[in-house]
T-cell receptor, first 116, second 118 residues
Framework: AQKVTQAQTEISVVEKEDVTLDCVYE???????LFWYKQPPSGELVFLIR??????QNEISGRYSWNFQKSTSSFNFTITASQVVDSAVYFC?????????????FGQGTTLQVKP | DTGVSQDPRHKITKRGQNVTFRCDPI?????LYWYRQTLGQGPEFLTY??????LEKSRLLSDRFSAERPKGSFSTLEIQRTEQGDSAMYLC???????WGTGANVLTFGAGSRLTVL
């Protein structure tokens, strides 16, 4: 079975605080990709990052960073010095090689509220 | 390219009516996906096309749902005899062919079509 779990339903922080969004995944495939998407109030899912199962290097992009750990099946997302514009729902997603469909399996999402 | 377009953005209908949603993907993308998202949940996969061929359907896609992509370009999702449980956001996404190893399967999503069944 393939599954993505985002245990944090809602997180509220004050601007400039750092915040980490957790993501735990399950799959028996050895070849897979992990994704993070952002869904602002407008509703459109915006792609943030993709990592493949063979690359455990952490990645940093500006205020965003991602920590991929296969040993714990986790792919956590940290926003440093959060801003009000970061307020959105964030989804972690999994795509496996099985069936070669390219479809994404999403977690339930974490709603992040950044207060000024 | 203007991205993935969906129409209408909002649809309110009465139970029992039929509704149809349209999705125009990014022109060079041959894969097209439909997802359903209910309040407070992540998107759930419904079906996908490679060119005009519908290659997979989720068990969430009951007999009242039908999707088409007649010329491998735009797609339609029709819901017949709508029920209140069909109220949701219907998301369309498109992507380039999946090439494992290069990760060319980033899905680009449209803004969605929100359905409210009264």
């Amino acid at each position: 079975a393939q599954k993505v779990t985002q245990a944090q339903t809602e997180i509220s922080v004050v601007e400039k605080e750092d915040v980490t969004l957790d993501c735990v995944y399950e799959t028996r495939d050895t070849t897979y990709y992990l994704f993070w998407y952002k869904q602002p109030p407008s509703g459109e899912l915006v792609f943030l990052i993709r990592r493949n199962s063979f690359d455990e290097q952490n990645e940093i992009s500006g205020r965003y960073s991602w920590n991929f750990q296969k040993s714990t099946s986790s792919f956590n997302f940290t926003i440093t010095a959060s801003q009000v514009v970061d307020s959105a729902v964030y989804f972690c997603a999994l795509s496996t090689r099985s069936g070669n469909t390219g479809k994404l399996i999403f977690g339930q999402g974490t709603t992040l509220q950044v207060k000024p | 390219d203007t991205g993935v377009s969906q129409d209408p953005r909002h649809k309110i209908t009465k139970r029992g009516q039929n509704v149809t949603f349209r999705c125009d993907p990014i022109s060079e993308h041959n894969r097209l996906y439909w997802y359903r998202q209910t309040l407070g949940q992540g998107p759930e996969f419904l079906t996908y096309f490679q060119n005009e061929a519908q290659l997979e359907k989720s068990r969430l896609l009951s007999d009242r749902f039908s999707a088409e992509r007649p010329k491998g370009s735009f797609s339609t999702l029709e819901i017949q005899r709508t029920e209140q449980g069909d109220s949701a956001m219907y998301l369309c996404a498109s992507s380039s062919p999946v090439v494992w190893g290069t990760g060319a399967n980033v899905l680009t999503f449209g803004a969605g079509s929100r359905l409210t069944v009264l």
